[in-house]
């Protein structure tokens, strides 16, 4: 794995904060495992509310997690006034998510002033702790800067 | 659109049959507005339960009501045997999903027997009714038979 | 088709000029066959240079040709002074790339001052003319100003 | 790396026959560099007449050149009387195409009996050698057993 250099050195506390601001990680369960410039670790216990039709959990919230992993891994290098947006994301399913608890591991494969470009891996783990591979993400995260509407909630690209 | 011809002319009462298994739909609240051979239409209140630091819907749910709309479209054209899952998705994200309820369009481009081609858009609705186009899904459905191990919990590629 | 209002009012011109510039479109036998703001279409004659082992014409053609499509469609509403280039782009395959001549259709679904989203599709024409859908493409095209590195072989990242 | 087992012993042998019936890899100038079951690395020269409009190589010639690579690493994992098609590709692009010479290396991250998932990455070297990454690729390939209009240029999806 690339090692980055981190241009905000409070960057650990910063993620953390803007990580709490995201209800929907709280609603999940997904919790920060692990962070380095550059990469990051979340971790989700199964929980039955966020199955699809055969009880495994739904690939969009295995989606929404690597999301998470894929924007905060980016963010883990902004610049201290920036703020993170995901322009794209596409989500290979390789196997059902079928486990007790999932890790989600993202990275930063190129950072970039406006845009950095970030790959995930989400793995499932049985009950003996055994990882299996379900699903990669390849995303592009964008850097705002300036952008107070962000925010209060007006669209960036409405402006 | 294109009308397509469903194999299972009671592809109605399926779909609606397995979309109330998928727990995660009811845990966020969508809903089946429309449906019509290779086509189904979403609709999703926000849930404050759901959003992401800036106080919008979490581009993972997004993903998540999408990805059920492009496998529930393909799954109206599968025949009665048939599971579906998806293979993979990839999802623009064109502004943010700021919104009092989002609908969720999704329609068949090519159907096949093992895939299934699936686009998919999200509109964000206002007080007003107005509609605002906030991201687009593409998204290859896969069209299991004769795998029992689905519905039990076990990977069909596992086997 | 959403319509849009070009910036640069010599759009068309300036569009041509940057198409005859990209050497690989001549190579491959790609031309201009219409154009309109935020919208063009492509067309190339098959050629058994650009084949794959089974006779059809290969995939990375048909992104190559979609490419310059969804890349010149964003680029209809640039400004004068920006340069495109792409970001990232989807390619789902829907049926070999088999007929005589070929069309690419690509239009602007999202416009923005920094980024913009394409979708475009790929169609295959026999010799009686009938259009047989092959491959769908979703694009991020990007506007570059004031980058004068990208002109002469300098990536505007690298700096 | 993972280490994968072949099911055909020929594979090599199997790769390069069909390899040298892509006639596009032919007049690209793409070569097999290095071949591993579930793992290829190819590369090809700059041309000229297979550039951009600010003279980089074309971000479809690079797809292309991936798409192979992706294809032909699932392809060393193929039984013997299986084709292999490409079902979808999403291509990243981090750098300008910007090099004397250009490695394609990709491969096999989850095979399967009827889709294997690859992953594939492209770099640029310059004169003195050195490698700078310009593009990742994933992508989708499919097993076709029992096809045989595969081979006479009949759609397996249209029968």
């Not at 090692?3 to 709280?26: H, W």
Request: glycine share 8%.
């Amino acid at each position: 794995m690339t090692t980055f250099e981190p241009t905000n050195p409070t960057y650990e506390e910063r993620v953390r904060s803007s990580f709490a601001l995201q209800t929907a990680m709280k609603t999940l369960g997904v919790e920060i495992a692990a962070m380095q410039p550059g990469a990051i670790e979340l971790t989700m216990k199964r929980d039955p509310a966020f199955t699809q039709q055969h009880g495994f959990v739904h690939a969009g919230i295995v989606a929404t997690a690597l999301d998470s992993a894929c924007g905060y891994a980016a963010f883990t290098l902004f610049p201290a006034e920036a703020e993170v947006l995901t322009v794209e994301l596409k989500l290979n399913l390789l196997a059902p998510a079928k486990g007790d608890s999932f890790v989600f591991r993202a990275q930063v494969v190129k950072p970039g002033r406006t845009l950095t470009f970030c790959e995930g891996r989400a793995l499932a783990r049985d009950a003996s702790g055994t990882e299996k591979l379900i699903a990669t993400m390849s995303g592009t995260m964008m850097a705002l800067v300036d952008r107070p509407g962000i925010q209060q909630g007006v669209s960036p690209r409405a402006r």
